[in-house]
């Protein structure tokens, strides 16, 4: 009985521990130790496939943090580059110090955690549209310190580290007029801002925390943008409006003509039928129907007979 209260009381206490760091995390720095310990007391490092990326299960406090870890050798990680979750680490690629082995640590802090990021950097003037990517790597070698584990260097060889920000970010609204720019967090706190390499994808020289950022409008762009809707949307109102009356006046135009046109050819038959009916009447010969056709009959009047020659019979 006693022993099943210690126990008890020993997981609310790692419990409230957590919960209390969780709550009490201010510093980005401090972020990426706690992950780090979390991670490494949930493997046993000499027993992780090298290659397999694994997932970090965090406690529910750092919900929304997504944590992958993967062990390399530190000469194959260099002849052959590798793809970790969001990250692409080119041929070349060197660890500094070269380790045995080294764990490459990828982080995804969601939207929630990346506004600590606020608070550790100057992003005045800057809004950001993507959760914070990190990318670290430890050693994990057969003499690891799992308690206290050393940070190493992750250098780009001929080909930069490329981040890529396609699946996880948010739709931008204008996204046709703004263009996102790369973030990348430094440990002494300066940020430095870049343009992307392509579409929502990032180059890198070394490991970091990475971002992507938008401008954001100051409240005269603001005040013009609304401006600029209201324009529209009257100037619209007035095309409509416009292009209405046009296509009236234009219909009843063609209507018009339509009508004219029928009044014309009605005149032009009616005229027709009339100067025939004065032809018939002035011909000299009668014109009588037979059936349903009209032919020219002669008069009755007959022509008498003359004698051409006068000829007088002889006497009998």
Known sequence: MGSFFFLNLMIFSCVLLASTEAQGIKSARLLDL?????????????????????SVHLPSNFSGIKVSTVR?????LTRYGAQVKEFHLGIGVSVNPCVERVMILTQNL????????????DLSGYELVSPVLGLLAYNAGSDVNISNPFELGIQAGKE???VDFRNITRVIANASRITPLCATFEGDGKVTMAKQASSYVCEAKRHGHFGLVIEKPSPVQLKNNSSDSDSDGKASQWKVAV?????????????GLLLVAMLVRVKKRSRMEELERRAYEEEALQVSMVGHIRAPTASGTRTMPTIEHEYIPPPH
């Open 34 to 54: 706690l992950i780090r310990d979390y991670t490494f007391k949930s493997f046993d490092t000499h027993l992780i496939t090298t290659g397999s990326v694994l």
């Open 72 to 76: 390399f050798r530190c000469g194959s």
């Open 110 to 121: 969601g939207y929630n955690w990346s506004s600590i990021y606020y608070d550790n950097y």
């Open 160 to 162: 930069p580290i490329k």
């Open 243 to 255: 292009g209405s009356s046009i296509g009236a006046a234009l219909g009843a135009f063609l209507l």
